[in-house]
């Protein structure tokens, strides 16, 4: 721990603010692995810093670099302070590279209301709205916005790779039934893709990762408006059908929790219909989007529980979540039917 908060120092020391640090306080939420700290500076202000080790640096600086473009084209929508700005320097995203760790720095966003863990059904249909408009925002700057050298195709065919490794065992902690059950997701995923024709889908700016942790709401009159976000581990450019299931997930009767497990069941719920219908309204759904619903919770399980999950989860987490992955989600998967979500475009 002392090493990261050095080189948390140093970078700030390499940014070349002239404000000091009073204090380095960790305000990571102990789920993933990256460290995550706030920065007291003098003069009363302070910004927030994330220090990573996994992955690629380039991919990271990547990331951040379109987050910052994104933003930048926001100003001109009602979200334009929606999303905490990745801190530059001569007009560059700034990070810091050691070889082993790499850093970047975030404004220190001011933070409103939290949603509550169940939501009701006038706050489904608010956040839904909210979200759909905040969807619309960002496809309309898409095209102004390179892709990312990482895509789902990209990341499954890593995986893919992986999974046919001598060294997949080991590297999984699947034995050889499991690692056949996961090897065929991974192939069928990879072929689904392929006969939707996704490669021609259109792209926008996704954030994934909508647990009520991440994101904050004003509250104005009897509804309430998308305030700040600030956690981006799971940001990339892909179809909007990705942050689909962490919705159906907040806006399902069990709600947010801290103790999770990932399963598919909350994406049939009446509430998150509810969730689709309102968001239909804003911002139109094509059948083939709400047919996706399913791939996409089958891309999250096989990229971010077992491709990554060892770097986005604390090891004993990770470790629960790679036996479900295999005991209860992907085959919950295969017992999935997200026809009936269809009766929401009516």
């Known amino acids: 721990m002392a090493d990261v ?8 020391s390499d940014y070349g603010d002239p404000r000091a640090i009073r204090e380095v306080v960790e305000v990571s939420a102990m789920v993933s692995t990256n460290h995550v700290y706030r920065l007291e500076l003098e003069g009363g202000s302070s910004v927030v810093t994330k220090v990573s080790s996994y992955g690629s640096y380039f991919l990271f600086r990547e990331d951040h670099d379109r987050l910052h473009q994104c933003r930048e084209l926001l100003q001109r929508t009602r979200h334009r302070n929606l999303l905490a700005d990745v801190l530059t320097r001569d007009g560059r ?10 850093t970047v720095f975030y404004e220190d966003v001011p933070r409103r209301d939290a949603l509550p863990r169940v939501l009701d059904d006038r706050q489904i249909d608010n956040l839904a709205e909210e979200v759909a408009d905040f969807h619309l925002a960002c496809n309309r700057i898409s095209r102004q916005v390179p892709l990312t050298s990482k895509s789902i195709k990209s990341d499954a065919i890593h995986l893919f790779d992986l999974l046919n490794d001598r060294h997949a065992s080991a590297r999984f902690g699947f034995d050889r039934a499991e690692l056949a059950i996961v090897r065929r997701h991974c192939h069928d995923f990879l072929e689904a893709l392929d006969n939707s024709g996704y490669d021609k889908w259109w792209k926008i700016p996704v954030l994934i990762d909508w647990n009520l942790g991440n994101f904050s709401v004003e509250n104005v009159g009897d509804r309430f408006r998308l305030f700040s976000r600030w956690d ?3 940001f990339r450019i892909d179809s909007r059908m990705l942050d689909f299931y962490f919705f159906s997930r907040v806006s399902s009767r069990t709600g947010d929790r801290t103790m999770f497990s990932y399963g598919p069941h909350t994406l049939l719920e009446p509430r998150f219909q509810r969730f689709l219908r309102a968001y239909h309204r804003v911002f139109p759904l094509r059948e083939e989007d709400v047919l996706f619903l399913g791939e996409a919770y089958r891309f999250f399980i096989l990229n971010y529980v077992i491709r ?18 295999v005991t209860m989600a992907l085959p919950a998967f295969e017992r999935l039917d997200v026809r009936p979500l269809l009766d929401v475009l009516d």
């Open 308 to 325: 990554e999950g060892d770097n986005f989860f604390q090891h004993a987490i990770w470790q629960r979540l790679q036996k479900d992955a």
């Open 232 to 234: 981006y581990d799971w």
């Open 93 to 102: 995203v700034f990070t810091h590279y050691t070889g082993e760790l790499w």
């Open 5 to 12: 908060v050095e080189t948390v120092r140093a970078a700030w």
